[in-house]
């Protein structure tokens, strides 16, 4: 790839301050600029060390640019994209990192300044906490970043997309704005609002009995609602259907426990056991390739 | 606490090959006597240090034994500590780590040997994985352990029973083996039935899209399913009210998603994250104090 001279990164939270960090601590670019809403925490974000120079004006932050990436809550990145796209310089290459992807590709691709730059991404990482001041530089370091091109997606910025998510350490997967979503619905989105499901049915007076499969199952129910409800409405339909998947196997289990029958029970946990296994066993391969 | 001179172990898996580990390596006992049916697990128990000498058979085992801890599958427990009833000295404590209490307590208090000697436990720490290979010495440490005392339970063998499990690191808690069973269906067995929900409906095809969310909700559905299906039999009622608790919540979330009430959605989200913070709040409390 190219070297990219200037980044500049809106929305300097966990996501967006670890992609400065890293490109900073590995010298990936000559400049990163942080670009926000609230003056204090981008100077955190400079203390931190996760961007260089900050400024609350995405017109002038994105005017020198050779790629911007966009990592505010999914409900405002189109918007974002749309006005980095009218500002930044022609050849500008803008990716995201949000975590649905359909409805914010569409909205970009029906303008032609949006449509010639841009490459949606989500690098799948992160974490229930929020702020720069849990980024991590290595956060992306062997993570999956799906990339989401389509038939408008111009071939070379799609190509320094590949690139630019790759020098940040993510393997890259390209699939369809719409098989993202499915997707994502069943592995990230269905798995969130089970924790929080979770986490909301058992009584605070059992706490003290609770221990590894609570903590656990419930941990991401710590995530930050807001962020979360705009997820849940982009990716509504998808999330609806995962979640009818889910209800079924749990209305299989209950039956089988209701009527005390021990082998289906049994048939039930293990095939959800080998499914869990696949996970591993592709973990392990990757660990061992890298 | 009078410190016991040997404390036979009966079934020497994670949980058992841990205690033995904790009393070797603290001192704490001077014989750790290993009980199980697998000649050839028994020797790689010694091997790994949990327990000083073994047998399979129970009835010499327990025979010179101040205490014996029955850590077999919840639907052994019952028959396992009644046969070391018969033939421990006369004033042995018997404890047990079964996940579930009432039917165990109720079956072994039908039997006056049973009666005049043991105390219900569970310590609850554990992992998906099973067998003496994965046992930790540290396993107990700062972990809780209910004990189950009912009217029938000698004042003398709960007092040693509390002291033996304090030893090992546990913290004691005492409630009633019903009281125990509602807590940990909701605490425990929700969660590891919700685990397998998960992971049976994520489709194998996604996994590649999968990180920490999936990942550790559905860590415990790697459990073994034989295990957990004694388990969920032993607490059917408790876990089936569980459940439908769960369900309801579930059920909530998906009504205000399909409604497209973000405000709701929040509401829902923030109530079950303060839950979450409760169950942080009360590790913190306990890391302070210790």
Redesign the interface.
């Known amino acids: 790839m190219e070297r990219p001279e200037t980044v500049a990164i809106v929305g300097v939270g966990l996501i967006g301050g670890s992609i400065g960090m890293a490109l900073r601590a590995r010298g990936l670019a000559d400049l990163v600029v942080g670009i926000g809403r609230d003056r204090e925490r981008l100077d955190e974000g400079i203390r931190l060390g996760a961007i260089d120079v900050a400024t609350t004006d995405p017109g002038q932050g994105v005017k020198e640019a050779d790629v911007v990436v966009v990592c505010t809550p999914v409900t405002r990145i189109a918007d974002d994209v749309l006005a980095a796209a009218e500002s930044a310089p022609e050849g500008v290459l803008i990716t995201d990192a949000g975590s649905t992807k359909r409805g914010i590709v569409e909205a970009i691709e029906r303008h032609p300044h949006g449509c010639a730059s841009f490459v949606g991404g989500h690098p ?4 229930e906490r929020k702020g720069v001041e849990h980024a991590d530089q290595d956060l992306f370091e062997g ?2 970043c ?1 990339l989401t091109p389509t038939a408008n997606t111009p071939p070379d910025r799609l190509r320094r997309a590949r690139s630019f998510w790759k020098m940040l350490g993510c393997r890259v ?1 390209e699939v369809s704005p719409a098989e ?1 979503d ?3 619905a ?3 989105h ?15 007076e ?18 930050d ?2 962020l ?2 705009g997820i ?2 982009e990716n ?1 339909a998808p ?2 259907r ?2 009818a ?6 209305a299989d ?2 039956a089988a ?2 009527g ?1 029958d ?1 082998a289906a ?2 048939a ?6 080998s ?6 066993s ?1 973990n392990r391969t990757r660990a061992i390739e890298s």
């Not at 799948?124 to 974490?127: D, E, F, T, Y």
């Not at 269905?190 to 605070?204: E, K, Q």
């Not at 706490?207 to 995530?223: E, K, N």
């Not at 039930?268 to 056991?273: I, M, Y």
Request: proline fraction near 2%; hydrophobic fraction near 55%; include cysteine.
């Open positions: 799948i990482a992160g974490s993570r999956a799906v997967i993202h499915e997707a994502l069943m592995t990230s269905l798995p969130h609002a089970v924790a929080a499901a979770l986490a909301g049915a058992v009584p605070v059992t706490l003290a009995m609770a221990a590894g499969a609570y903590r656990d199952g419930t941990r991401v129910a710590g995530s609602a807001s979360w409800a849940f409405r509504c999330l609806l995962a979640m998947a889910f209800r079924e196997r749990l289990f209950e426990l209701a005390g021990d029970i049994i039930w946990w293990e095939a959800a056991r499914r869990r296994t696949c996970y591993d592709l």
